[in-house]
């Protein structure tokens, strides 16, 4: 690592996002004197309890829900678990993220065939499935085929964001490090005619399904940022999209390059190949000029595996290693963005060379 660390060179939000100040702010006193266990009797713990039920109200505002179809979690592995473990026969897009894909090989599920992003129907006798609204590695905008029983959507890359389209799922997870807030928060929803059973026991907390005492703090700050991320949906959206523009002015012309999107696209996040190059040589060349991205398309930072999302999507061997992501976040400015596409371009011309 070099460099200053500066926050607008940090081109990974797709992992995460640092915390909006404003977030911050918000969460503090829960930080502090506002100490009470949102289970207790006394004013601490009814203050405690009116913040956490003001979040819960407005995160059920934005999925057209009752609040007690929001189920606070420690974020979207937890909530894809949960709603996963009530799948007999699981049928999940071979583009979900891990903490998908794993309890369905547990489970023995068929993964969707696709034609690109477009899953086809699942098998009959599927009582779950599970497509997630934008693609982690890619931005892509996916949809779900239609099933009679329960489909789970993994929205954590596209809650305030890009729009969802509520009745495409009967269930979605979320976490709140994805859009400037805390990590460690989440949440899994439920807008369809479909019943959680208990997933942790004990103190009967989140109506008696997920025990344990409520992260005041960070649920007052997931419920902040999504109310900034609705706020400046329209500022943040053309932001991104300029910046995802300069990036495209700035390597265009490269040999041997592009970037790969889909027709329905988030502009949060863009693919960049350049052929021949490991994605993951790129990442340490820009990590060392104090530039975070991500090699999103290898399937984990820490595997050797190719990126299963460009295998089911037919890319040719030679491309499958060489995608990096470079995933933006309001921080990020243009100038940022063409010195980043500086330093990659250089590397790739330096180790071609
Ligand atoms: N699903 C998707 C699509 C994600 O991008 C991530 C985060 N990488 C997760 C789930 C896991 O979320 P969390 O970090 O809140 O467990």
């Known amino acids: ?23 911050r702010e ?17 004013a601490w713990g009814m203050q405690a309890r009116e ?29 894809n678990n949960w709603a996963l473990q009530h799948a007999t026969n699981l049928a999940v897009s071979p583009f979900e993220h891990s903490s998908v894909w794993a309890p369905a090989e547990a489970k023995g599920a068929t993964v969707l065939a696709n034609e690109g992003y477009k899953c086809m129907a699942a098998p009959a006798g599927t009582d779950m499935q599970a497509v997630m609204v934008v693609g982690n590695e890619t931005g892509a905008v996916l949809s779900a085929p239609s099933l009679r029983g329960w489909t789970h959507r993994d929205a954590t890359q596209a809650l305030g964001k890009v729009p969802i389209d509520l009745i495409s799922g009967d269930s979605w997870s979320c976490s709140a490090h994805k859009l400037g807030g805390p990590k460690g928060v989440g949440a899994l929803v439920v807008t369809g005619n479909v019943a959680l059973a208990p997933w942790m026991v004990g103190g009967g907390q989140e109506m008696g399904l ?48 592009f970037i790969h999107e889909h027709d329905r696209q988030s502009p949060w996040i863009l693919t ?15 990590d060392a000029r104090g530039f975070a991205i991500g090699a999103g398309a290898a399937c984990s930072a820490h595997s050797n ?23 933006f976040g309001p921080q990020n400015t243009v100038e940022s963005v063409r010195a980043l596409a500086a330093v990659l371009k250089e590397a790739v011309n330096r180790l071609r060379g």
């Open 1 to 23: 690592m070099s460099g200053t660390n500066r926050l607008e060179n940090y081109f990974d939000n797709a992992a995460t996002t640092p915390l909006d100040a404003r977030v």
């Open 26 to 42: 918000a969460m503090l006193p829960w930080l502090g004197e506002q100490c009470g266990n949102a289970h207790s009797l006394h």
């Open 51 to 79: 913040a956490v039920e003001r979040a819960r109200q407005y995160i059920a505002d934005q999925f057209a829900t009752p609040p007690e179809q929001v189920f606070f979690t420690s974020g979207a592995t937890e909530a």
């Open 210 to 257: 997920r025990a344990g005492t409520l992260n005041v703090p960070g649920i007052v700050g997931f419920a902040t940022a999504l109310r900034l991320a609705k706020q400046d949906y329209e500022a943040r959206t053309a932001h991104v999209r300029s910046l995802r523009a300069a990036f495209a002015e700035a390597v265009a012309g490269m040999p041997d390059s």
């Open 272 to 286: 960049w190949v350049a052929a021949g190059i490991e994605g993951e040589t790129l990442v340490l060349e820009a």
């Open 305 to 327: 595996e190719p990126s299963r999302t460009l295998v089911a999507l037919g890319w040719p061997p030679e491309h499958l290693r060489s995608a990096v992501r470079i995933s």
